[in-house]
């Protein structure tokens, strides 16, 4: 079966809708063109030169790379930095390059479902969840098609509520409309008032589905003009957003939880707070640079914060409270990779999908 760049970008974004990204970042198809037929596809946590070369060995014409290699805005292409020279030889090769970075941090099948599967640690919720990823829409509808509507909303996506799904409130009552000369209203004559026996159906969806939920509601809807309502609201997703809190299976002192995150994650190098003396029980992660959910870790009492990028000083935030830990950026990051593949590998058989051998980690230890 044939496959193409489209098919590959629709269903990372339906594991990771774009709408998720941080407004900072670059995601979804950065080189090349979603009508492309795609060889094979190598997948890396960064794009380096080597990376790309990598690419060509192995036959791959698309990339799929966790870390952007554009972030702003670019006004010439010349080849004095590396991303230009990728750029440059990624148009020549005919090689795509798609980038899924803080879309797939965000979801709860994301890094942080496989790195607590490793550690043994039962996620609770995400610790920072996104704010404004869930909307509402009412509805008004001649009570005949009330199922109609309802269960076309349900399929576009509407009415999940965590491991509910179907989920609408709805009554009925008595909607009026009077339409001039130019319509053709679905029941009574125009330029006559009318009195229509209605179901108010109101349902939640994800914020990005808002297009698709319209679509469904227009479709299914049996009036010329549909009444109806979306509402932005502050109810918030435990399972979309930054991070996450769980609790070991077992607790543990400090020293033997390091060295279990050590060696299961194949840390190199962890930099950490002075030990709090407390066990470790409730755990608290953001891979990749999380310097920001100290606060919201301490918040929640975790007896421990693993991230990457933390400063001096944010180590002396910990007050014997909390232990916090810095794992590395890459290492904190690098099984993203492995998921990417095995979710690729489910999706699309035809096609071969790499892992880069290549450690693209810029920093280097010597010790
Ligand atoms: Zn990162």
Not at 53 to 61: D, H, L, T
Request: overall charge positive; charged content about 25%.
């Amino acid at each position: 079966m044939e496959v193409f760049v489209k098919d590959i970008a629709d269903k990372l974004e339906n594991l990771a809708p774009i709408e998720y990204a941080d407004s900072y970042d670059n995601v979804g198809l950065i080189v090349g063109f979603l009508h492309q037929k795609v060889k094979n596809i190598l997948i890396t946590l960064d794009l380096t030169e080597e990376v790309f070369y990598e690419s060509i060995n192995k036959k791959c014409n698309l990339i799929v790379s966790f870390h952007p290699i554009i972030y702003k805005s670019i006004k010439n292409i010349t080849g004095k930095t590396f991303s230009e020279r990728i750029i440059i030889s990624a148009l020549k090769h005919d090689i795509s390059i798609y980038v899924i970075h803080t879309n797939l941090d965000l979801i709860w099948e994301g890094t942080s479902s496989y790195i607590s599967k490793i550690l043994n640690i039962k996620r609770k919720k995400v610790l920072l969840p996104k704010k404004g990823t869930i909307k509402k829409m009412i509805t008004y509808v001649p009570i005949h098609y009330a199922n109609k509507v309802r269960n076309s909303l349900f399929e576009a996506g509407a009415g999940n509520i965590s491991n509910y799904s179907h989920c609408s409130y709805n009554f009925d009552g008595f909607g009026s409309y009077m339409g001039n000369k130019k319509t053709k209203p679905f029941s009574g004559k125009k330029e006559v008032f009318n009195m229509e026996k209605e179901t108010c159906i109101s349902v939640l969806f994800p914020s990005y589905k808002l297009n698709i939920i319209k679509e469904a509601l227009f479709k299914s809807h049996p009036y010329e003009e549909v009444a109806y309502e979306i509402y932005n609201i502050e109810n918030i997703n435990h399972r979309i957003g930054i991070g996450f809190i769980g609790n070991l299976l077992e607790k543990m002192n400090e020293y033997d939880f390091l060295l279990l995150l050590k060696e299961r994650m194949n840390f190199s190098f962890i930099r950490h707070s002075p030990f709090t003396k407390k066990e470790i029980r409730r755990v608290t992660m953001i891979p990749g640079s999380g310097r920001f959910g100290i606060e919201a870790a301490i918040k929640e009492k975790a007896d421990v914060f693993i991230s990457s990028d933390l400063k001096y000083h944010d180590f002396f935030k910990s007050e014997k409270k909390i232990l916090i830990v810095d794992v590395g950026h890459y290492e904190s990051e690098k099984l993203s990779k492995n998921l990417l593949k095995s979710f690729l590998y489910k999706n699309f058989t035809s096609i071969s999908i790499y892992e880069s051998k290549i450690n693209t980690n810029p920093v280097k230890y010597f010790y």
